[in-house]
């Protein structure tokens, strides 16, 4: 089952377009960012999904809930970290994490487990005490993500704040997630400018620019529809000529290569030549060097649809480009609290 779903989701303010047309499906238990530069739609997305905006065209669901017409469903079974923390500075973080245990029926006793084990795998434990305002900015932000845990949700949906967070905060995100994946299944959307954040935490991305999907699919994927090699690189000893084909670069010796089973040949080859090698290593494109790409050579539709099987172009559904069927409304049916 797909636990998001987003459907030709379209969100305009005014005249400005901050989403177009996306379509994207994101498997249960699977974490999954979404990236892109400013203004691109992230927290558009991330709103829509928590129904705290309503779409301008198109639907979204999380856990087959429709925001617009299941609010209250959709806010037992997901839980949004926004880029500001919605927590009352005059509590303390204990109080803060209970009161919105008991607006979300969460019995006394199961609260205060579910926050003391929040709290102590998000190492704040120790400001239990202290009231939101006196905590760092880390500090808080790792409240918020326990605010939004508090009544285990199925679908946690992140908005990474524009100017990123602090490593601290990015560590701890990174153990709870996994716990959270590996023991109570949950789905994670992460939204974030951070690419090598995402590159570790996520396995499937969609690429956003302007409001529209550029791509999405695996790491694999990517490169692939972006037209990424693999690259091998040596280093060898002393001021030795290097092998055909091979070009100069952040200290070693590289070659493009069209997979990895190329590297035993490649290291043979240098080996039996008479060369000395030091160093042999296989290099993959990151998800930054993926993402310039795209935006560089202004690809669209790369990649593939995350959790279904690869074709050979790697081609996904289509982005919509047009932008002429909007319809102007004014922003409204927000205000709803996350859950
Ligand atoms: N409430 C709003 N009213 C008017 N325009 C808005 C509103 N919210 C977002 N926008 C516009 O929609 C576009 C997308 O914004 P959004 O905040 O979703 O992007 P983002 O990718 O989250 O950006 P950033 O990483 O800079 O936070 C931008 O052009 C933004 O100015």
């Not at 709103?47 to 429709?66: A, D, F, I, K, W």
């Not at 042999?280 to 310039?292: D, H, Q, R, S």
Request: aromatic share 8%; proline share 3%.
């Amino acid at each position: 089952m797909d636990a998001i779903v987003a459907y030709d989701l379209s969100k305009q303010y005014g005249e400005r377009i901050a989403l177009c047309g996306l379509n994207l499906q994101i498997p249960q238990g699977s974490i999954f960012a979404c990236v892109g530069g400013e203004q691109s739609g992230k927290t558009t997305m991330v709103r829509l999904l928590s129904g705290l905006c309503r779409p301008t065209m198109g639907e979204c669901t999380v856990m087959g809930y429709s925001p617009g017409v299941e609010p209250e469903r959709l806010h037992t079974v997901s839980g949004t970290v926004l880029e500001t923390a919605r927590l009352y500075g005059q509590m303390t973080l204990s109080a803060n994490l209970n009161f919105f245990a008991a607006v979300n029926g969460i019995d006394s006793n199961d609260a205060i487990d579910r926050s003391s084990f929040l709290m102590h795998k998000l190492d704040i434990w120790e400001g239990r005490e202290e009231k939101v305002s006196d905590l760092s900015t880390g500090m808080v932000r790792r409240a918020s993500l326990a605010r939004a845990l508090m009544h285990r949700p199925q679908v946690l949906l992140i908005d990474e704040p524009a100017g990123g967070i602090d490593q601290e905060t990015m560590d701890r995100t990174q153990e709870l997630i996994s716990y959270l994946r590996e023991e109570e299944g949950v789905t994670v959307l992460l939204c974030t400018r951070n690419l090598a954040y995402a590159q570790l935490l996520c396995s499937g991305f969609a690429i956003l620019r302007q409001g529209s999907l550029l791509a999405k699919g695996d790491l694999e994927s990517l490169r692939k529809a972006a037209g990424l090699k693999y690259r091998a690189a040596f280093r060898f000893a002393g001021e030795e000529d290097p092998p055909d084909g091979f070009y100069w670069m952040d200290g070693f010796w590289q070659k493009n290569i069209e997979a990895e089973s190329d590297m035993p040949r490649l290291v043979s080859e240098a080996v039996s030549s008479g060369k000395r090698v030091y160093e042999a290593k296989l290099l993959k494109p990151t998800l930054e060097e993926i993402y310039k790409a795209y935006m560089d050579g202004g690809m669209k539709n790369g990649g593939e649809t995350f959790g279904e099987e690869r074709t050979e172009e790697g081609v996904t559904s289509a982005t919509r480009e047009s932008t002429e069927e909007f319809l102007s409304e004014e922003e409204g049916g927000g205000g709803a609290e996350e859950g």
